[in-house]
T-cell receptor, first 112, second 114 residues
Framework: QQPVQSPQAVILREGEDAVINCSSS?????VHWYRQKHGEAPVFLMI?????EQKGHEKISASFNEKKQQSSLYLTASQLSYSGTYFC?????????????FGKGTKLSVKP | EADIYQTPRYLVIGTGKKITLECSQT?????MYWYQQDPGMELHLIHY???????EKGDLSSESTVSRIRTEHFPLTLESARPSHTSQYLC?????????????FGSGTRLTVV
């Protein structure tokens, strides 16, 4: 079942923060986050496994609440390069049986 | 440098033609996938493979077929193209134990059927 992302779109000024949410009605094994710029392929940002861990990559971090089957992506002090569409992908099984089902995406626009 | 290659990058073809979209990866990944994506929209899983001689249909019904004869190669074929097949097709691959790495996507093939 497709995860639900919110919000659908966000407009920020450089330096502002944003949070993108991803929730599922099914028990999750993992949550992936990807960013896709216009006309390009999605690029992997990070993966979170069940266990409620939080990961970070420079000023982009994410958390996974296993009880709520919800993940959030945090973008702090946004830069122009952060613009793009962010997709979460969820797996209900790990290992060789897992496949990613993607949400509808959140379009992020960072203005100067 | 790209580790997963898709050809052609763009394709315009007439209705009823047979086409094959190529996808190859050099990372030794066992798992490979085909996603369909309309511009600015979500990605729909149409086919996947766990390894050689393994192919499965994804969540989105598709009239295409795939094959996996070699680990590195996962072509997608449309026997008779129709305008409804116009879309972008993205190939991806990953290690079986996806816990430490994500999917690597190719640059995609933008298909237009006229």
């Amino acid at each position: 079942q497709q995860p639900v992302q919110s919000p659908q779109a966000v407009i920020l000024r450089e330096g502002e923060d944003a949070v993108i949410n991803c929730s599922s009605s099914k028990a999750l094994y993992s949550v992936h986050w990807y960013r896709q710029k216009h006309g390009e392929a999605p690029v992997f940002l990070m993966i979170l496994l069940k266990g409620g861990e939080q990961k970070g990559h420079e000023k982009i971090s994410a958390s996974f609440n296993e009880k709520k089957q919800q993940s959030s992506l945090y973008l702090t002090a946004s830069q122009l390069s952060y613009s793009g569409t962010y997709f979460c992908g969820t797996e209900t099984h790990g290992g060789s049986q897992g496949n990613l089902i993607f949400g509808k995406g959140t379009k992020l626009s960072v203005k100067p | 440098e790209a580790d997963i290659y898709q050809t052609p990058r763009y394709l315009v073809i007439g209705t009823g033609k047979k086409i094959t979209l190529e996808c190859s990866q050099t990372m030794g990944h066992d798992k490979m996938y085909w996603y369909q994506q309309d511009p600015g929209m979500e990605l729909h899983l149409i086919h996947y493979s766990y390894g050689v001689n393994s192919t499965e249909k994804g969540d989105l019904s598709s009239e295409s077929t795939v094959s996996r004869i070699r680990t590195e190669h996962f072509p997608l074929t449309l026997e008779s193209a129709r305008p409804s097949h116009t879309s972008q097709y993205l190939c991806a691959s990953s290690f079986p134990l996806g816990g430490v790495s994500g999917y690597t996507f190719g640059s995609g093939t933008r298909l237009t059927v006229v």
